[in-house]
T-cell receptor, first 114, second 112 residues
Framework: DAEITQSPRHKITETGRQVTLACHQT?????MFWYRQDLGHGLRLIHY???????NKGEVSDGYSVSRSNTEDLPLTLESAASSQTSVYFC?????????????FGPGTRLTVL | AQSVTQLGSHVSVSEGALVLLRCNYS??????LFWYVQYPNQGLQLLLK??????LVKGINGFEAEFKKSETSFHLTKPSAHMSDAAEYFC??????????FGAGTRLTVKP
């Protein structure tokens, strides 16, 4: 069965370190997204991609970057982790345009920045 | 930019009672509207969505929602709550090609 996976599921790091969160989908979807989930804020879009070599900034992109070298993967990098980036991160993918198609979500990565 | 307000961060109902989760949106163009459910330690799953056409939308697990343009609302209902409905529910809006904005979520508790 097709799926979307995230790794690691839990990560503890220190302020200032570079961190990369992996997202891999086997749906063969063109569109992929990264969100962060914080209490009282719901999910907020960090970055998204509509295809290989395409990346776009979302609502809360400062301090994060992504790259898309193939269809299956969209790694999220925190260049210099800050305590404000402690959160649960979700990756999602969809088949068509962002507005209409259902997004399929991964299980999430809980990141703690000390 | 589009936005979503979910009224009530926590809702508690008895098993068998009506479930009503409220969502109001703001959008400058006709919106696409979604309800997602999140069970503990899991990602989000789509319950239902409204794009165009019929304003009453039926989803999985007996849930439905009605798009009311005049009230800018998209409330989620279920006639009879089940223990397995306990979860967090998110309303989301998208302006046809722009990014999707989620509400803050409503945690539903179902009492036996």
């Amino acid at each position: 069965d097709a799926e979307i996976t995230q790794s690691p599921r839990h990560k503890i790091t220190e302020t200032g370190r570079q961190v990369t969160l992996a997202c891999h989908q086997t749906w063969n979807h063109n569109n992929m997204f990264w969100y962060r989930q914080d209490l009282g804020h719901g999910l907020r879009l960090i970055h998204y991609s509509y295809g290989v070599h395409d990346t776009n900034k979302g609502e809360v992109s400062d301090g994060y970057s992504v790259s898309r070298s193939n269809t299956e993967d969209l790694p999220l990098t925190l260049e210099s982790a800050a305590s404000s980036q402690t959160s649960v991160y979700f990756c999602a993918s969809s088949e068509r345009g962002l507005a209409v198609a259902e997004q399929f979500f991964g299980p999430g990565t809980r990141l703690t920045v000390l | 930019a589009q936005s979503v307000t979910q009224l009530g961060s926590h809702v508690s109902v008895s098993e068998g009672a009506l479930v009503l989760l409220r969502c109001n949106y703001s959008s400058s163009v006709p919106p696409y509207l979604f309800w997602y459910v999140q069970y503990p330690n899991q990602g989000l799953q789509l319950l239902l969505k409204y794009t165009t056409g019929a304003t009453l939308v039926k989803g999985i697990n007996g849930f439905e929602a009605e798009f009311k343009k005049s009230e800018t609302s998209f409330h989620l209902t279920k006639p009879s709550a089940h223990m397995s409905d306990a979860a967090e529910y998110f309303c989301a809006v998208s302006e046809r090609g722009n990014d999707m904005r989620f509400g803050a979520g409503t945690r539903l508790t179902v009492k036996p």
